[in-house]
């Protein structure tokens, strides 16, 4: 009998680091403003460059890892996406600022932050996948929410992180005048991701396993192994469950008969075929699967609802300086060291107000009100207050204006950011569930990439209030496309995909 205790894998996924590495470029490329610029603005397409660098590899890492996670296995592929945000990392702080033209310093941080986000990219598949493979499902939504929500925790610390390390810099740039020092302010910024990072490692490369996975693998199953199916998806995943790689039982003094030793071979050459014919007809059965439109009207769905979102919630959190100016928190006077940490300090007001209390609202309620709903609701009220600051953008008072992207961030993250990222680990079986997530996650990022490239320059083209009324049209849309999706609360897709088998099946014995 084998233990698969949630915890363990519970704690490896649900780190912060994730969004610390994405927002964490917002203050960074300020202070390579005056590194690397004297204080003056980055170029433009540079700056879109770099922020959307990361955003850029995790498209490349979500279609990657997903497949590979679904193809190979959870196990053999977990962790392989933290070595490679382990090696960006520490690429990104070897930046040779003093060497290479302010152009090419920026050029190299970009080219590693694109790598940083081929192993960002893959880890959305990789521990939706390894959460949903080991969670109870009457939890399920809970656990994933929670697991996301640590991105407000990531985005929070990193504003921490930034007052800190300015802190410990005040009496060498403000006193002394080494503006310079900078350089190794935003490189302890980033490297600090590291620790998590290797914190998790060995946990990673060493998770056995799940036991639905391996059961996924098997082929069209019987009606007495899809009940057994619905137990398991019920059952606490602490409880022991049977696993076919232990079931033959030792005698007393710890030796096994003949009989014993065969029923154990037979059982490891059935799971080795099965194992094999999933691995060859994957790609048939997973185009069979979304050639359906049931299930291709569903894939769409989440791979909209994403994509949408993310045009939105990048456009607005990859370029808070927008924001900043608005509440005076932009650091437009005052002494370098000043000006960053004004920043610093609007950056942790903005991310303190919606980001963290917005996740856990979502945590506590998505198992009673439902996925669908809350994601619905989110889109609507998002695209409210997007329409009330893009209409009164140059006359809301500072607090108003303080109030409203509270708000606005509140049902961002209750709202349609964190459904989209449990939606595609719920609602597709285990055999396509990486895949899937990973292709729904590449359009949200694909939303991401446009609104970081075109925000800055399309703000000076037609104004920040038309830009907003352009989110404000991707959130309503977003709402309209959620209406394909079912509600997934108390949903097995993988009994669900059992009895579609088994009826195919029934019809192809009839002709």
Request: proline share 5%; with cysteine; glycine share 10%.
């Amino acid at each position: 009998m084998v233990r698969e205790a949630f915890p363990r894998p519970f704690i490896i996924v649900s780190d912060p680091r994730k969004a610390y590495d994405l927002f964490v470029i917002n203050p960074v490329a300020t202070m390579l403003q005056y590194r690397l610029y004297g204080g003056d603005p980055l170029p433009p397409n540079l700056e879109g460059f770099v922020k959307a660098g990361a955003n850029i590899g995790s498209v490349i890492g979500q279609f990657g890892f997903g497949y590979c996670a679904d193809y190979f296995g959870r196990k053999a592929v977990y962790g392989k996406e933290l070595m490679l945000i382990i090696f960006a990392t520490i690429g990104s702080i070897c930046d040779p600022t003093g060497v290479l033209s302010p152009s090419g310093a920026l050029i190299w941080l970009g080219v590693w932050r694109i790598i940083l986000g081929i192993g960002i990219g893959g880890d959305y598949p990789m521990s939706a996948s390894v959460a949903t493979d080991r969670a109870n499902l009457r939890r399920r939504g809970t656990l994933l929410a929670y697991i996301f929500a640590n991105q407000g925790w990531g985005s929070l610390v990193g504003s921490l992180a930034t007052i800190i390390i300015l802190l410990c810099y005040k009496s060498s740039m403000e006193t002394d005048g080494h503006t310079s020092r900078v350089d190794g302010v935003w490189r302890i910024l980033v490297g600090l991701s590291l620790i998590p990072a290797f914190g998790t490692l060995y946990q990673r490369l060493t998770l056995p396993e799940s036991t639905r996975f391996t059961e996924s693998q098997k082929r069209v199953r019987d009606e007495e192994s899809i009940e057994e199916l619905k137990k398991k998806a019920n059952a606490d995943p602490g409880v022991s469950e049977k696993d076919t790689a232990t079931s033959v039982k030792p005698v007393a003094d710890g030796t096994q008969t003949p009989s014993d030793q065969q029923s154990e071979k037979d059982a490891a050459d059935a799971r080795a075929k099965d194992l094999a014919h999933a691995k060859a007809t994957h790609f048939k059965e997973f185009f069979a699967y979304f050639s359906e439109w049931r299930h291709a009207r569903i894939l769409m769905g989440t791979c909209m609802c994403w994509f949408l979102l993310d045009i939105a919630f990048y456009g607005i959190n990859l370029n808070q300086n927008v924001v900043l100016q608005q509440i005076g928190f932009d650091g437009n006077n005052g002494s370098p060291w000043n000006r960053l940490f004004k920043i610093g300090i609007g950056n942790l007001i903005v991310t303190a107000l919606g980001f963290v209390p917005g996740y856990y609202v979502s945590i506590l309620t998505i198992e009673k009100l439902g996925r669908k709903w809350i994601q619905i609701q989110g889109f609507l009220f998002a695209a409210l207050f997007l329409a009330i600051l893009a209409s009164k953008f140059h006359s809301l008072s500072t607090p108003a204006f303080i109030v409203c992207f509270a708000f606005l961030q509140f049902f961002f993250n209750f709202g349609a950011n964190t459904t989209t990222y449990c939606y595609p680990a719920e609602v597709f079986p285990t055999r396509f569930r990486a895949s899937a997530h990973g292709m729904s996650a590449a359009a949200g990022k694909a939303g991401a990439i446009i609104s970081a490239l075109v925000f800055n320059s399309l703000s000076k083209d037609i104004g920040t209030p038309a830009v907003l009324w352009i989110f404000f049209g991707c959130c309503v849309a977003g709402a309209g496309f959620t209406l394909l999706l079912p509600e997934v609360r108390d949903r097995d897709p993988d009994v669900i995909y059992q009895e579609e088998l088994r009826e195919r099946e029934r019809l192809q014995g009839r002709h």
